[in-house]
């Protein structure tokens, strides 16, 4: 049985080959494959056996068959099996591929071998030392590797530690605002330390009723962090220096807006929420 065969690139230049259709064109290369498999000098088998290979009927298998008989791919003997014509000339093995040959080389290998075994036993005298000395290397090698094989074993008896992710590093305690600055915007902590001071900044400069009112505004409104702070500073900052004519966007406050602009903006942007 061959575990391959030669597909010639002359196939695309071949006439016969090219004027075969698609379906034609598969079963030739199966049958080519069934003559490598069955390896005796392109020998098929009868149609039925032919048909199994291939999975089909009888009816469709002398079909296909005879079709491809016709341009001269395949041939049927008088004994009725099927046989792909020059296949032993195109696919004849190279010298060096008979079992023959094969048979020769692994006898010659064998026989070298033995050679360089009688040898080893017969001029001990002359290749003693670096024989003893190869020896002593693999014996130091077996040691080691039995005394690795050892500390392995003792190794996975014991518990492995378990792995632990690395501490998050450890911010400074919130007071009770920054904590409900966070909560009210679904945060965990805050992104850099200089948020965390802004917050703690207006904590000590509005009144605290106020800047709670102004946190639960910016949550509504759907602000980061950054702009919540941005938002709640524009807003303490206009009421503080009064009136002045406002520009509302999307995510921050912009130009003057006092205290009473900021919860009519709230009031108008939530109906029945009340600052």
Same mark, same amino acid.
């Given at each position: 049985?061959?575990?391959?065969?030669?597909?010639?690139?002359?196939?695309?230049?071949?006439?016969?080959?090219?004027?075969?259709?698609?379906?034609?064109?598969?079963?030739?290369?199966?049958?080519?494959?069934?003559?490598?498999?069955?390896?005796?000098?392109?020998?098929?088998?009868?149609?039925?056996?032919?048909?199994?290979?291939?999975?089909?009927?009888?009816?469709?298998?002398?079909?296909?068959?005879?079709?491809?008989?016709?341009?001269?791919?395949?041939?049927?003997?008088?004994?009725?099996?099927?046989?792909?014509?020059?296949?032993?000339?195109?696919?004849?093995?190279?010298?060096?591929?008979?079992?023959?040959?094969?048979?020769?080389?692994?006898?010659?290998?064998?026989?070298?071998?033995?050679?360089?075994?009688?040898?080893?036993?017969?001029?001990?005298?002359?290749?003693?030392?670096?024989?003893?000395?190869?020896?002593?290397?693999?014996?130091?090698?077996?040691?080691?590797?039995?005394?690795?094989? !050892?500390?392995?074993?003792?190794? %996975?008896?014991? #518990?492995? +530690?378990?792995?632990?992710?690395?501490?998050?590093? *450890?911010?400074? =305690?919130?007071?009770?605002?920054?904590?409900?600055?966070?909560?009210?915007?679904?945060?965990?902590?805050?992104?850099?330390?200089?948020?965390?001071?802004?917050?703690?900044?207006?904590?000590?400069?509005?009144?605290?009723?106020?800047?709670?009112?102004?946190?639960?505004?910016?949550?509504?409104?759907?602000?980061?962090?950054?702009?919540?702070?941005?938002?709640?500073?524009?807003?303490?900052?206009?009421?503080?220096?009064?009136?002045? !004519?406002?520009?509302?966007?999307? %995510?921050?406050? #912009?130009? +003057?807006?006092?205290?009473?602009?900021?919860?009519? *903006?709230?009031? =108008?942007?939530?109906?029945?929420?009340?600052?």
């Amino acid at each position: 049985m061959r575990t391959w065969i030669k597909l010639y690139t002359e196939i695309l230049n071949d006439p016969k080959m090219g004027r075969l259709t698609d379906r034609e064109f598969r079963v030739c290369i199966n049958l080519f494959l069934m003559a490598g498999h069955t390896d005796h000098d392109g020998t098929l088998g009868s149609t039925a056996e032919v048909a199994w290979a291939l999975r089909t009927s009888d009816e469709i298998a002398e079909r296909d068959l005879l079709g491809l008989s016709a341009v001269g791919i395949v041939t049927r003997r008088l004994d009725g099996v099927w046989v792909v014509t020059k296949f032993s000339q195109r696919q004849q093995r190279a010298p060096s591929d008979m079992p023959s040959a094969i048979r020769q080389r692994v006898q010659k290998h064998r026989q070298k071998q033995g050679e360089q075994e009688t040898l080893l036993d017969g001029s001990n005298a002359v290749i003693s030392p670096l024989h003893d000395e190869c020896n002593d290397i693999e014996q130091n090698r077996s040691e080691v590797e039995v005394e690795q094989n !050892r500390e392995d074993q003792t190794t %996975k008896g014991a #518990v492995a +530690p378990a792995m632990q992710e690395p501490p998050e590093p *450890e911010q400074p =305690r919130l007071t009770e605002t920054q904590s409900f600055f966070l909560s009210a915007h679904s945060a965990k902590r805050f992104r850099n330390n200089t948020q965390r001071d802004e917050v703690l900044e207006l904590e000590k400069t509005v009144d605290h009723d106020d800047l709670i009112r102004l946190i639960r505004w910016s949550a509504t409104k759907g602000f980061s962090l950054g702009d919540a702070i941005i938002n709640i500073r524009t807003a303490v900052k206009n009421r503080a220096n009064g009136g002045g !004519r406002k520009t509302v966007s999307k %995510k921050r406050i #912009v130009g +003057p807006m006092n205290a009473d602009e900021v919860r009519a *903006e709230f009031e =108008r942007l939530n109906p029945g929420v009340q600052l």
